[in-house]
């Protein structure tokens, strides 16, 4: 199957693997595919940087997905170091404020600025988790108000304190949408083909609904990492994504 490289380079495959040799194993059956490849904490711990600088030598766009969520001035050093890897694109938590994400912004800012041959990475938000549910949210997080109404307004957030989108559920990209703009971008994780298992995700659309509604980006693990044959799911995929 020949694929269009643009909407292949919409989805993002969470190699969310504990060691390096298993996630080398799922890339090298998806060459060809100019997906993103997302690299979580549990790879990360496990790999560190240097499989990282692996994907990129391979030429994969990479999202860094460390939700960094800390003092200003940590996450402005983290934000830093993470930029001098030349990834595509890394986050924080919203939640931490906005000066912690206007810092994310300028320790990025600062590593390009100390060397030419870096490019800015795209700098997002997590606004509410994907696994996190009304009464998750309200009782046990104790933050008051509908999901919908808690994620644009951290969307809002982000977009003034100088971030290029946020992380959010598909549910929920229509209304970043209408308060930030077309050009706001909008990763997407809780994404289930129809028929495949929810897992402990809360708040999920098929690939085709989040492409239809609107989303920059679709986040997807295991429906492609666990299936007998990830490459034929990706590609799958990628096609309910190009008729959406």
């Given amino acids: ?19 390096a040799d298993k996630a080398r194993k799922l890339v090298k059956g998806l060459q060809g595919i100019a997906c993103y490849m997302k690299v979580g904490m549990q790879l990360f711990y496990a790999a560190g940087p240097d499989f990282v600088r692996e ?15 800390d003092i200003p001035n ?3 050093g983290g934000a830093g170091s993470i930029t001098r890897l030349g990834v595509d694109m890394f986050n924080v938590h919203a939640a931490g404020g906005s000066a ?17 041959s870096l490019s800015l990475p795209l700098i997002i938000a997590v606004t509410q988790l994907t696994s996190t549910d009304q009464r998750t949210m309200n009782e ?18 982000a977009q003034e304190a ?7 559920s598909p549910l929920e990209v229509q209304a970043i949408g209408a308060a930030c703009g077309p050009d706001f971008r909008t990763v997407t994780p809780g994404i289930r083909p129809a028929g495949s298992s929810v897992g402990d995700q809360a708040r999920i659309l098929t690939p085709g609904q989040a492409i239809a509604g609107g989303s920059s980006y679709i986040v997807v693990g ?6 007998a044959d990830p490459r034929t799911a990706a590609e799958q995929i990628i096609e309910e994504m190009m008729k959406a």
């Fill in 1 to 19: 199957m020949t694929l269009p490289q643009s909407m292949a380079g919409r989805l993002m495959v969470a190699l969310d693997f504990p060691d």
């Fill in 55 to 69: 994907l990129k030598d391979k030429g994969y766009s990479v999202f860094l997905d460390l939700k960094m969520h």
């Fill in 74 to 76: 940590t996450v402005r």
């Fill in 100 to 116: 912690m994400m206007h810092a994310a912004r300028e320790g990025a800012q600062e590593a390009v600025e100390a060397n030419s």
């Fill in 140 to 157: 046990e997080i104790g933050i008051a108000g509908s999901v919908e109404d808690t994620v644009v307004r951290y969307a809002r957030l």
């Fill in 162 to 168: 100088g971030l290029h989108g946020v992380v959010a």
């Fill in 222 to 227: 295991r429906p492609i990492t666990g299936a």
